[in-house]
């Protein structure tokens, strides 16, 4: 980015920038890159939630049947989801790959990060887990985990991530207060 253009720039989105290139400068390398973005996708968190799952419903300590955490879970992240994208589709901010690491590409999603879909579902998700299926807290530093690994491969600024956990949380804890009003009445308990 020119220098002209960067005095364009509001102070918050000087600050966006200057630590995208601080990552890229210091900390960004292709295996890092290729390791975080195999490890960031949701079906990790789903290798890490399943046998914890089988182990709540072995041990009774399930408020509600197994086979309901997952579905309920995926689909308010998967609402989320479909909220984020729209977001990212309006708002079209291209993702530090291309202004700060100059990556040209071809794909269409390169031009939409803001807001950050995985740490959004991954926060919408960890919520659900945590408050609504007594999943232990530690759920929740894999939302954490999501986000820095973002930033740390360059496909996200720091606002997109922050913005991301603000609507997770949003969506997360409209799942909870759903859930807590619509599971008693599906499933008989209070």
Same mark, same amino acid.
């Given at each position: ?10 102070? &918050? ?69 479909? &909220? ?72 996200? &600024? ?33």
């Amino acid at each position: 980015m020119d220098k002209n253009t960067l005095e364009k720039l509001s102070a &918050f989105e000087r600050i966006d920038y200057a630590i995208a290139v601080f990552i890229r400068e210091k900390i960004h390398s292709p295996i890092l890159n290729r390791t975080l973005s195999r490890i960031n996708r949701g079906e990790i968190m789903l290798v890490l939630i399943l046998p914890y799952l089988a182990f709540a419903a072995y041990q009774g300590i399930l408020p509600y049947p197994w086979w309901i955490v997952i579905p309920y879970a995926g689909l308010v992240a998967y609402a989320n989801d479909r &909220f984020v994208l729209v977001l990212k589709k309006l708002i079209a901010r291209k993702r530090p790959l291309i202004t700060v690491a100059g990556k040209v590409d071809q794909n269409p999603d390169m031009k939409h990060s803001f807001p950050s879909a995985h740490a959004s579902n991954s926060m919408t998700a960890a919520l659900i887990l945590v408050f609504l299926f007594g999943f232990p807290e530690w759920f929740l530093v894999l939302s954490l985990l999501a986000g820095i690994g973002r930033l740390l491969s360059l496909h996200h &600024f720091p606002s997109d991530v922050l913005g991301g956990w603000l609507i997770g949380t949003c969506f997360g804890s409209l799942g909870f207060f759903l859930g807590r009003w619509l599971l008693p009445v599906l499933f008989g308990t209070t």
